[in-house]
Nanobody
Framework: QVQLVESGGGSVQAGGSLRLSCAVS????????MGWFRQAPGKEREGVAS????????FYADSVKGRFTISQDNAKNTMYLQMNSLKPEDTAMYYC??????????????????WGQGTQVTVSS
């Protein structure tokens, strides 16, 4: 059974940083596409960043480029999202997700069948 558990969310002021973790069990992240998505109240869930763990290719939404960094630790079967220069508009529930494919559509929710429960990120101005 695949299980993804996010951690690291919290409340920070604008300009601050947070590091999210996604610990995965029942599934090897190596050579698969892993992604971070977020959903703000009243909005659709959107792709934030994805990584192909077989080669390290990364993909970012325009809104987070240069501020967020996605990474992996294959030995720990864990994915991370380092978030710097946070803005109030980054406030959302953040979810990690696992694909059983490569990152052909890195921000397409339908390509990610397995999801965590989410961790809340709140950025105040």
């Amino acid at each position: 059974q695949v299980q993804l558990v996010e951690s690291g969310g919290g409340s920070v002021q604008a300009g601050g940083s947070l590091r999210l973790s996604c610990a995965v069990s029942g599934y090897t992240i190596f050579r698969n596409c892993m992604g971070w998505f977020r959903q703000a109240p009243g909005k659709e869930r959107e792709g934030v960043a994805s990584i192909y763990t077989g080669g390290g290719s990364t993909f970012y939404a325009d809104s987070v480029k240069g501020r967020f960094t996605i990474s992996q630790d294959n030995a720990k079967n864990t994915m991370y999202l380092q978030m710097n220069s946070l803005k109030p508009e980054d406030t959302a529930m953040y979810y990690c997700a696992a694909s059983h494919l490569g990152c052909y559509r890195p921000h397409e929710r339908a390509d990610f069948p397995d999801w965590g429960q989410g961790t809340q990120v709140t950025v105040s101005s």
